[in-house]
């Protein structure tokens, strides 16, 4: 899995998204999944499909001082209401999105230098990967 996006104009995807066409076929644990890499500037971001061809997973690294925006990968999630899972002052925060049946969690870890983050909707992902 592999496109290296050098210029061109802003990349994103969210939640929710349809997968980009040049997706490929990529092992994750014991699953295989339609999924997409991207490097832009000090972010590298991996998003994976679910059968319908929909993001439903998506995660960063950076290298920048101030951690990834989730309003910027949660799509139509950042509107559901939010609950605060976690919180370690400086170092990470979880946050879970529900309304009804549907459901997302944002989650990153680091500090100012490198970041951890994803977004990851239990909604769209594939009932497979929550079987032992």
Partial sequence: MGWLGLGGPAW???LGDPL???????????QRLRGVEHYQGQEQTRAYGNQAGRVFWIQIESSADLPPDPRQYLGEYQAFPAEVIQVVPLR????RFRQGNRSAE????????????????YDLAPPELFRP
Avoid: D, N, T, Y
């Fill in 12 to 14: 994103s995807i969210s």
């Fill in 106 to 121: 944002w989650q990153v870890v680091g500090m100012s230098g490198h970041f951890e983050a994803e977004a990851f909707s």
């Fill in 20 to 30: 980009p066409e040049w997706a490929k076929s990529v092992q994750v644990g014991r």
């Fill in 92 to 95: 990470a925060q979880r946050l």
